[in-house]
C-alpha cells in the first residue's frame, strides 16, 4: 500500500477583506473534500533606502499573529467546520506563500482590484503566484474592492 498524503489547501491572509473571503472560500473547500487549511500570513521588517527601518523587538511578528488569529476567529469561529493550522512567516508574501504550496491541493488569495497601473508598476501577490505556482490558485474577489 502506497502512503496517502494529506489534502491541503493553502490560503494567504492580510487582513484585508478578500483575504478573509479568500479564507471563508478555503475553510468551505476544506470541509467539501476533508482537506486541511494551512492559512499563512506574512511579513517583512520595513525598509527604506535597504535600510530596516524596525527594531527586531518591534514584535511585527507577534502582529501578524494576532491579525491571523483575528482573521480565523472572524472567518471561522471557535469550532472550525475543518482544520486550520496557522502560520506567521517572515518573508516576502508571493515567495513564502509559493513555498508553502508547494505539494498542496490549492493556493488561494484575496484579489483587491487596482487600477490596471498599479498593477504594471507595483506587481501584486495574486499575479506573482498566477504565473509561478504549481499546484491551481484560486483567486477570490472583493466585490467592494477594499
Partial sequence: MGSVTESRIVV????SSSSRRALGWA????????AVVDAVACWVYPTMYGVVMAK??????QEAGRMLA?????????????EVRQSVL???????LLARAHGADLLVLGRREHHAFVNVLAGSVSQY????ARCPVVLIRDPEGH
Fill in 70 to 82: 483575528r482573521a480565523v476567529a472572524e472567518v471561522v469561529g471557535d469550532r472550525p467546520p475543518a
Fill in 27 to 34: 475553510v468551505e473547500q476544506a470541509r467539501l473534500t476533508g
Fill in 90 to 96: 517572515l518573508g516576502n508574501a508571493a515567495e513564502e
Fill in 12 to 15: 494567504g491572509v492580510d487582513g
Fill in 56 to 61: 527586531p523587538e518591534s514584535r511585527a511578528d
Fill in 129 to 132: 503566484c498566477l504565473q509561478r
